[in-house]
């Protein structure tokens, strides 16, 4: 630990600190432009001038580390006037247009001009011109004129993202950041650099000339697009939200986003959100709805008992909303019929939850069944970030096609479709056949052995068991496909010796807050419920923020059970596919207007705030809950607030105790004809996601991924084409293109697109290719 | 990409312990075949020294010398610099401007003629100075100036 003095006070830091750091942890605010901790110091904008005594000159804090007895100033007349110096060069070519700049207000040229910078510039020749207002891509222009070539965004996407998409260009004053190329960037995480240009040169398109900073308001959310549950900070001016920036925690989250969640927040404004109550497929009024369901609920309740009325909950409610609903079903209506809506069968123990901090730990991370990358982007960002600190760390990628990419290279191993559980009880027994629980593991395996596609040698496999019994901190991201999983994953974390950590990158976003308000969230209890309702026994059915043609595994099982209910209401922000099954359609508050929890893929509790009012006629659930209960004349009192937060445990759900390993079953491979395909369904943010106008333009025309070679047999050329699917169940049609990493034989689909519905044909089905025709006269 | 390319790579690779040194030298080269750096020349000569293709893009912009778009067959350099500023390089730009049709930094129609602008040039004895195909030509004269587009280059 190294001493030091800064502005007259004592700090004791660890060696290596730069002086700014050390500054901060004092409370002391050093200008800067380059420097983020994240990026490392870099000095290229000198900003940062302090004085550091015996020093014959000033020094930039972000690339002076700190020394024992060193005494810093951060202020005085020197440090001033090299500040001012700096940023009179700053100026010389700027064209000082702050008052029509989307980033005055909250600009660090504003704010440092302000505070160190010459009321006027002494220099009077013409200035040189730039690129103004050039978009860089679909969501952000580039102000080149503006920028004072800090170089945070080029390290940001070059270094840290590790997708090389913006250079500096030219020389001296004509310097300017580019795209490379002069191709639109296209990477996933590009409008991180937006919140990362300390000035008004990158800027974001949907927010443009929309606000004034001190005319918006600020409220501190989370993403509710997938289950990393990013930190966010939304703004909203006059009841709209119009920016969504990400929210660092220091020491804990650097506040990256995705473009899906910096950009999709506009789910709230689309033309298909719901805004009216529909009854029997008409526009009524809320009241008129309310009253007409209470009634339903009511006779129900008379001629059938509470058992008869089951809810359904999807991924957009908070913890809140989930006790309500499940105080609701209990002490009004009287049943326990609570599912989850969800897509994929697998449970996660919450005592193998790990958390992000794991990933910072980690020596070796394995992917199961998803790539990250796609499923929970900010994600692989964390991986990559441990990937920087740690160029040892082992990578593997387990499922139906190659899961790594360049940014983070790692060991693929491609197998057959949902064998990931299989072949791991197998590994495992190769290394430690004699230990109890892998016997156990692999009672009913059989003569089960993996092929791969694209060789791998026993050897290999052998080495992979034992890296997964003997690394030293073992993280697992899991994509809750194949139940049998949670088998093996026990069994790891019981013979292992350190650490073994799983993050599941599972939706619903919430699901794990849900269990918390203790919903069981089961993959059985909805299974039951589908069961239930398709015997008949379900008479009203309250489907609130889910889609279960959407969500459920097996569509014409979904279509059979809704059509067998008597009533089916569904609250919601859009209306649910095939709405015609539903007799009742009302539309419910959601994120950013409701106040609440939610529970992210670590089991961590985050607030996010309401910050703009509920369009047309959507309310809360609560308000919906409240009414029936009026309706059956039983009283439903909320207050006091229920806190999910345990004040002994922190954020983090306590953990409970874990299950038995059971042993994992020997897959069934289906037979496969010539030129046949298998479906494997994936979680994609971008392609699965919400509605979004902003986002339309990124979203892939072409979701569906198959292998070049394959590609070629069926005619399908560059950018991709369109291809007819028929399998047991019907028929779809999918547009596809070529992504290497996917094998003969497979074709990638993600769930939830919209047209190409995955669970129609079902999640491994086989499927062979059919002509377009014979699909749309299906 | 030009077949010799590969080999133009591995000899200027040889020359330097790391590839990023060979980067330059191999640029010039390139450059001196195609007489100017297209996207696609770029991208080639990343995938050559295995750099990543911002990297090259940045170098190449860096250098004046480095053209990123066609030039014509006589490329006319005059110096801005203040020696030759002060000795009316001005007026030396307007009139070769006129003559020529053009605007500083662009090419005749015909491709035949390329009219840029440099820094000093390290010759403010000869100023004014300009350079045909790198070759210096100073102090250019009001009589002398057309010479630059026709004459025989001589330093
Ligand atoms: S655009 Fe912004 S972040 Fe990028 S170099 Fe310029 S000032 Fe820095
Ligand atoms: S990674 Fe997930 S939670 Fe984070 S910004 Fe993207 S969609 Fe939102
Ligand atoms: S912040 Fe220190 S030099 Fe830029
Ligand atoms: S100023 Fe022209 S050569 Fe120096």
Redesign the pocket.
């Known amino acids: 630990m190294i001493r030091l003095t800064i502005d007259d006070r004592e700090i004791t830091v660890p060696e290596g600190t730069m002086v700014v750091d050390a500054a901060q942890e004092l409370g002391i605010d050093v200008p800067i432009y380059c420097y983020h901790q994240a990026l490392g110091p870099l000095g290229a904008c000198r900003i940062c001038l302090v004085q550091v005594e015996k020093m014959p000159k000033l020094v930039t804090a972000c690339t002076t580390a700190v020394q024992e007895g060193m005494v810093v100033h951060t202020r005085g007349s020197a440090v001033d006037k090299g500040r001012q110096g700096v940023l009179e060069f700053l100026l010389i070519n700027h064209p000082l247009d702050c008052p029509v700049c989307d980033k005055g207000g909250e600009c660090f040229l504003q704010d440092y001009t302000f505070q160190y910078g010459s009321a006027a510039g002494r220099y009077d020749e013409p200035k040189i011109h730039k690129l103004k207002d050039a978009a860089i891509n679909e969501f952000i222009i580039i102000d080149q004129e503006r920028c004072v070539l800090c170089q945070r965004c080029v390290r940001f996407m070059g270094e840290y993202v590790g997708e090389e998409q913006l250079l500096l260009e030219g020389r001296g004053v004509e310097t300017v950041v580019s795209t490379v190329s002069h191709q639109p960037m296209d990477s996933q995480f590009s409008g991180n650099v937006i919140d990362l240009c300390p000035v008004g040169a990158l800027l974001s398109i949907p927010y443009r000339y929309k606000a004034r900073p001190w005319n918006l308001e600020r409220a501190e959310s989370?993403?509710p697009?997938?289950?990393?549950?990013?930190t966010?900070s939304v703004t909203s001016r006059e009841g709209h939200v119009i920016r969504v920036e990400g929210r660092p925690i220091p020491g804990h989250d650097w506040g990256w986003?995705?473009d899906?969640?910096?950009f999709?927040y506009d789910f709230g404004y689309v033309e298909d959100r719901l805004l009216n109550a529909w009854l029997d497929g008409e526009i009524t009024s809320a009241a008129e709805s309310t009253r007409t369901i209470g009634s339903w609920l009511n006779d129900t309740l008379e001629q059938h008992g509470g058992d008869s009325v089951a809810f359904l909950v999807g991924g957009q409610q908070t913890m809140e909303e989930a006790y309500q609903i499940r105080r609701f079903a209990d002490e009004v209506v009287g049943t326990s019929k609570v599912a989850v809506s969800r897509s994929v069968k697998g449970y996660l123990p919450l005592g193998l939850n790990g958390t992000f901090e794991d990933l910072d730990r980690a020596d070796t991370i394995v992917y199961l069944g998803q790539d990250p990358y796609d499923a929970?982007?900010?994600?692989h960002l964390k991986v990559r970030d441990r990937y920087r600190d740690n160029p040892g760390l082992k990578v593997i990628g387990i499922g139906a096609y190659d899961l790594t990419r360049s940014t983070v290279p790692g060991d693929a191993f491609v197998l057959e479709p949902g064998e990931e559980a299989a072949f791991l009880a197998y590994t495992l027994a190769k290394v430690a056949a004699s230990n109890p629980i892998i016997a156990r593991l692999g009672e009913e395996l059989g003569d089960f052995s993996p092929t791969f596609k694209g060789a791998k040698s026993e050897q290999e496999v052998e080495t992979l068991g034992r890296q997964l019994l003997e690394s030293e901190h073992l993280v697992l991201l899991w994509d809750g496909k194949d139940p049998h999983m949670e088998s093996v994953l026990l069994a790891l974390r019981g013979l292992r010796e350190d650490v073994t950590a799983v993050l599941p990158t599972f939706g619903p976003a919430n699901w794990r807050g849900f269990e918390r308000a203790g919903i069981a969230v089961d993959y059985d209890r909805l299974e039951a419920f589908v069961e239930e309702a398709i015997q008949g026994k379900i008479h009203l059915l309250f489907s609130i923020g889910a889609d279960l043609l959407r969500d459920y595994p097996d569509r014409e099982r979904a279509k059979a059970a809704l059509a067998a209910i008597d009533r089916v209401v569904s609250v919601g922000l859009f209306f649910p596919e095939q709405r015609e099954l539903y007799h009742a359609v009302i539309p419910g508050a959601g994120w950013s207007e409701v106040d609440g929890t939610y529970t992210n893929m670590e089991g961590r509790m985050q607030v996010a705030k309401a910050t703009v009012q509920p369009p047309g006629q959507s309310r809360p659930v609560r308000t919906y809950l409240g009414s029936w209960a009026h309706a059956l004349k039983k009283s439903f009192v909320l207050e006091p607030e229920w806190d999910p937060f345990d004040h002994n445990a922190g954020d983090l759900i306590a953990k409970d105790a874990l299950p038995e390993v059971q042993s994992v079953p020997k897959p069934a491979r289906p037979a496969m004809k010539d030129g046949a395909l298998r479906l494997v369904g994936t979680a994609l943010?971008m392609e699965g996601g919400m509605p979004s106008e902003i986002l339309q333009p990124r979203i892939p025309k072409y979701p569906g991924r198959i292998s070049l070679a394959d590609a070629s047999r069926l005619g399908i050329g560059e950018p991709g084409g369109e291809l007819g699917l028929r399998g047991q169940q019907g028929m779809i049609s999918v547009m596809v293109a070529v992504d290497e990493r996917i094998p003969q034989g497979v074709l990638v689909l993600p769930y939830g697109v919209v047209g190409s519905p995955l669970n129609q044909l079902g999640d491994g089905a086989v499927v062979e290719a059919v002509s377009l025709e014979e699909v749309s006269l299906r | 990409m030009k077949p010799e390319w590969e080999l133009w790579a591995q000899e200027a690779k040889a020359e330097f312990p790391k590839a990023n040194s060979a980067l330059l030298p191999l640029l010039h080269r390139i450059q001196s075949q195609e007489h100017y750096l297209s996207e696609d020349t770029i991208r080639d000569v990343a995938v050559l020294l295995k750099l990543p293709v911002p990297y090259v893009e940045s170098v190449a912009s860096f250098y004046s010398l480095y053209y990123k778009n066609p030039v014509g067959k006589r490329i006319i350099h005059v110096c801005m610099g203040l020696s030759c500023a002060l000795n009316g390089s001005d007026e030396l730009m307007h009139h070769l401007e006129g003559k020529l049709g053009i605007q500083e930094g662009q090419t005749t129609p015909d491709g035949e003629v390329s009219l840029l602008e440099a820094e000093c040039l390290a010759a403010c004895n000869l100023a004014p100075v300009a350079q045909v195909n790198l070759r210096f030509v100073g102090p250019v004269t009001e009589d002398t100036a057309d010479q630059l587009l026709t004459g025989e280059v001589k330093s």
């Not at chain 1, 697009?225 to 990013?230: E, G, K, S, T």
């Not at chain 1, 929970?376 to 994600?379: E, L, R, S």
Request: charged share 10%.
């Open positions: 989370v993403c697009h997938c289950p990393v549950a990013c966010t986003l995705c899906r969640g910096r999709g929970v982007p900010v994600v943010v």
